[in-house]
C-alpha cells in the first residue's frame, strides 16, 4: 500500500518570501503521478501541480514549482513570492499510474502568509 | 465549463438515520470519486464510479454506498449514521476516457455532514 506522508504540520511566512512543504510517499511502483491540493478555508480543494514519476524535469506552474527526488520518494513544493491568498491546507497526493482512480493523501501542512 | 457541484452543502441528521449525497461531475468527465475528510483521519477514499459501475471501493463498511447515473451524475448513501460518519464528504471528476490512468481529479465543495 502507498502511503504519503507531510512532516510539517504547520508553517508560517511572511508575504512575498518563498517557502517550501515537504512530501515524502512510499511506494513499489515504478510508474505513478504526484499532485499538490490547496484547500483554503472555503474547503473548496484546488489542484496546484501535478508531478507524472516518468518525467524527469519538476513541474511548474507559475509561482508554484516543484522538486521531485524519484531514489529518494521527495516531492516538495516551493512557493515564490507567497501571497495572502496562497493562505491555505496543502495536500500532497499519489496515484497510481494504473488501476484505481484513487488519490492517496497525506496529513496536510497548514500555511499561513503573513502581511 | 461549470465545476463539480455537489448538494446540499451542509446537512444535519441524527443517529440512526440514513442520508444520500448527490454530485454532478463536470460536463464530459465520467468518473466520479468520492472521499471523506475528517480531523482525525484525514482524506480517504470512499468509492469511484465509472460508466454507472463501481470501479473501486475503499475501506469503509457496507453502511457507505453509491452509485452512478447515465449522465455521469452520483449520489452516495450512508446507512444507519453514527456520530463517527460527520465529516466534508468531497466528490472529485475525471475524464476517465478508458482505463484509468492516473488523470487529475477535479473536486466539489464538499457536503459537510453533521451527526448528532
Known amino acids: 500500500a502507498q502511503t504519503v506522508t507531510q512532516s510539517q504540520p504547520e508553517m508560517s511566512v511572511q508575504e512575498a518570501e518563498t517557502v517550501t512543504l515537504s512530501c515524502t510517499y512510499d511506494?513499489?511502483?515504478?510508474?505513478?503521478?504526484l499532485f499538490w491540493y490547496k484547500q483554503p478555508p472555503s474547503r473548496q480543494m484546488i489542484l496546484v501541480i501535478r508531478q507524472e514519476a516518468y518525467k524527469q524535469q519538476n513541474a511548474t506552474e507559475n509561482r508554484f514549482s516543484v522538486n521531485f527526488q524519484k531514489a529518494a520518494k521527495s516531492f516538495s513544493l516551493k512557493i515564490s513570492d507567497s501571497q495572502l491568498g496562497d493562505t491555505a491546507m496543502y495536500f500532497c497526493a499519489f496515484m497510481k499510474h494504473v488501476g484505481a482512480q484513487k488519490l492517496v493523501f497525506g496529513q496536510g501542512t497548514r500555511l499561513t502568509i503573513n502581511p | 465549463k461549470a465545476g463539480v457541484t455537489q448538494t446540499p452543502r451542509y446537512l444535519i441528521k441524527t443517529r440512526g438515520q440514513q442520508v444520500t449525497l448527490s454530485c454532478s461531475p463536470i460536463s464530459g468527465h465520467r468518473s466520479v470519486s468520492w472521499y471523506q475528510q475528517t480531523p482525525g483521519q484525514g482524506l480517504q477514499f470512499l468509492f469511484e464510479y465509472f460508466s454507472e459501475t463501481q470501479r473501486n471501493k475503499g475501506n469503509f463498511p457496507g453502511r457507505f454506498s453509491g452509485r452512478q447515473f447515465s449522465n455521469s451524475r452520483s449520489e452516495m448513501n450512508v446507512s444507519t449514521l453514527e456520530l463517527g460518519d460527520s465529516a466534508l464528504y468531497l466528490c472529485a471528476s475525471s475524464e476517465s476516457g478508458g482505463p484509468p490512468r492516473g488523470e487529475t481529479q477535479y473536486f466539489g465543495p464538499g457536503t459537510r455532514l453533521l451527526v448528532l
Open positions: 511506494t513499489s511502483e515504478s510508474n505513478y503521478y
